[in-house]
């Protein structure tokens, strides 16, 4: 029996069995009264934790009373949907990339079963009323999932069950007076490895997540350009992060009650993006973003915002090669695929900009670890005229800004001069 689906035939046993038939993994009932953590939700938002997320910080009364969110609504369903933990990473780019993302939209296939789940119950109980939720309103939906007994809210903030914490949250709240389920004991113990493992400390504290340092919030939620120091801490991360989850002892492979996630494959890595990797994605045009990712969660960042964080990974690799003294060859085909994007200017220019910042750091690197006849292997005639061209054509101030500094960065390695006159443009 499936953690959370109580054992007896009841109305509330009922309608959790619907939601396993529907496709959830896993259902509970919470009841709607208001947030125990309604303090600390508030002190959260008043330390800015919630970067620019600024629409955290409105409707709070009715984010902390999940009842308001549906006139006479007095408990909720909740279900949770488990992605696959692991996959055939056959690019460089999967294993940067969160796995609740792999796959089709999570909003999009669990609010389709969610509604199916609200219909028949509505159905059942004529009179009664529902209303679906996944992450499409105002309501904390780990609270929800904790008092439903789908898991318990951990040191990483996650919501986590003993079949880890590799699954995501739907809700139906409904007009039913239903009783809730059991919730769990806490989790986590003496431990604090996620603590350890978050590579910026976004989590400052157990149970407390600054979304400013958070790396799933600026490669997801970001719109501009990202800070510098985020852009080298980021490492191999081009969409979300699992750093604190991949750590936790409930997630690892030896945890016989892990979740095999057999009924998500919906959220598995589709064959026709398996061979994606980084340097096509921050080279990718516009029609080839629509057919790549079509029904993806990773449209959230959108082209622009999927280009600057590849370009900021790549980066992190051609730096680390040449202070190991790694492959030439890589870095040249990474300061390749880097002059192209510079090229690929869009409005808003920010995956060019991210380009140009690449490339800057990459040479400033080649400048202290290299002579210049081997910055002349990286960059070849061909494309040191491509990067000239696309900085003398860019357009928009910060775009050509980053671009002419782009420029003559490379134009100082190469020459082996101190500095560059700005007449070279
Ligand atoms: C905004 C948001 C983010 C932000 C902020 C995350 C955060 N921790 O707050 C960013 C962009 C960083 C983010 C990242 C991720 N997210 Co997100 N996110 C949300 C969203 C939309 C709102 C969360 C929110 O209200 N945050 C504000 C904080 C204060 O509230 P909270 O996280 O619910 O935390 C509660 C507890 O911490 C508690 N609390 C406060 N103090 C204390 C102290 C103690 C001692 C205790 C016990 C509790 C406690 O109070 C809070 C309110 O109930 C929810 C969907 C939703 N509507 O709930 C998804 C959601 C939380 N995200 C989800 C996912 C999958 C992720 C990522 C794993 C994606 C990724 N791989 O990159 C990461 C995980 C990062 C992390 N460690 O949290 C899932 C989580 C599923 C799960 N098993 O927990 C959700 C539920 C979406 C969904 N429908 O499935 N996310
Ligand atoms: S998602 Fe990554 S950056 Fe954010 S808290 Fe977890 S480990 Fe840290
Ligand atoms: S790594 Fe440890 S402290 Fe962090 S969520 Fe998992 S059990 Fe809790």
């Known amino acids: 029996m499936p953690e959370g689906v109580g054992g007896r035939r009841s109305r509330e046993g009922l309608l959790c069995e619907w939601a396993v038939e529907e496709g959830f993994d896993r259902a509970g009932i919470a009841t709607l009264e208001a947030s125990e953590y309604g303090d600390e939700f508030s002190a959260w938002v008043e330390r800015g934790d919630n970067a620019s997320m600024e629409w955290l910080g409105r409707r709070v009364e009715e984010r902390l009373n999940p009842a308001s969110r549906l006139e006479g609504a007095k408990s909720a369903v909740c279900v949770a949907l488990h992605y696959p933990a692991r996959g055939q990473d056959e690019s460089d780019l999967w294993s940067g990339v969160a796995r609740y993302a792999h796959g089709d939209d999570y909003h999009d296939v669990m609010m389709r079963r969610l509604r199916r789940l609200g219909d028949r119950i509505e159905r059942s109980y004529p009179g009664s009323r529902t209303r679906s939720y996944v992450d499409t309103g105002p309501l904390l939906e780990r609270e929800l999932g904790q008092r439903a007994g789908l898991g318990r809210i951990a040191k990483n903030t996650m919501l986590l069950s003993r079949s880890g914490s590799y699954f995501l949250l739907g809700e139906v709240l409904t007009t039913l007076d239903l009783s809730p389920g059991e919730t769990l004991p806490d989790l986590c113990g003496n431990c604090t490895r996620c603590l350890d493992a978050c590579p910026t ?225």
Not at 272 to 281: I, M, P, S
Request: proline share 4%; aromatic share 4%; hydrophobic share 40%.
């Open 201 to 425: 400390d976004a989590l400052t504290q157990p149970y407390r997540l600054d979304a400013r340092r958070c790396i799933s919030f600026w490669t997801i939620e970001h719109r501009t350009d990202l800070p510098e120091e985020i852009e080298r801490d980021l490492g191999e991360w081009t969409f979300g992060c699992d750093i604190c989850q991949q750590v936790c002892p409930w997630n690892e492979e030896r945890n016989p009650r892990r979740s095999q996630a057999e009924r998500a494959s919906d959220l598995a890595l589709p064959e026709h993006r398996r061979g994606l990797d980084l340097v096509e994605l921050v080279t990718l045009d516009r029609d080839c973003y629509v057919e790549t990712f079509r029904r993806s969660a990773m449209k959230r960042a959108k082209l622009d915002g999927l280009r600057r964080n590849a370009a900021a990974v790549l980066a992190n690799e051609a730096l680390a090669l040449l202070q190991e003294g790694g492959s030439d060859e890589r870095v040249m085909v990474i300061v390749s695929a880097l002059v192209e994007s510079v090229g690929q200017q869009s409005e808003s220019g920010v995956g060019a900009r991210a380009a140009a910042r690449a490339l800057i750091a990459i040479a400033e690197s080649l400048a202290s670890c290299c002579d210049p006849a081997g910055a002349r292997n990286v960059l070849p005639p061909l494309l040191r005229e491509r990067l000239r061209r696309a900085a003398q054509n860019a357009s928009g101030t910060g775009t050509q800004q980053a671009l002419e500094s782009a420029w003559a960065c490379w134009s100082v390695l190469e020459s082996g001069a101190q500095s560059q006159p700005a007449e070279d443009l």
